[in-house]
């Protein structure tokens, strides 16, 4: 089993930053992608941005966090980074870590609990 541990979010004011952090551990074997979506009230979870694993792939970003948000990782520390810069009220939201990958065993997609993200003056 593979558990994922986010951290970073809080309260910033509109035009603020966030660095949010995703730690992987566990029979993590081999990542295929780690991202990190979102959840507003009401509405439905969306990609906020997604990357691949070692072995290559495209990056995918949201249209509306495009020129604003960053994702990057640290595969020695098996962490996903997202710097969220120019942060709007629109982003206030859960942000959700997903990694798959395949295990010793099986395939795998997991889910971090998030973490609140409240954009805010």
């Known amino acids: 089993q593979v558990q994922l541990v986010e951290s970073g979010g809080g309260l910033v004011q509109p035009g603020g930053s966030l660095r949010l952090s995703c730690a992987a551990s566990g029979a993590i074997g081999r990542v295929n992608a780690m991202g990190w979506y979102r959840q507003a009230p009401g509405k439905q979870r969306e990609l906020v941005a997604d990357m691949p694993g070692r072995g290559g792939g495209s990056t995918d970003y949201a249209d509306s966090v495009k020129g604003r948000f960053t994702i990057s990782r640290d595969d020695a520390k098996h962490t996903v980074y997202l710097q969220m810069n120019s942060l709007k009220p629109e982003d206030t939201a859960v942000y959700y870590c997903?990694?798959?990958?395949?295990?010793?065993?099986?395939?795998?997609?997991?889910w971090g609990p998030g973490t609140q993200v409240t954009v805010s003056s």
């Open positions: 997903r990694a798959r990958g395949q295990g010793p065993y099986h395939a795998y997609d997991y």
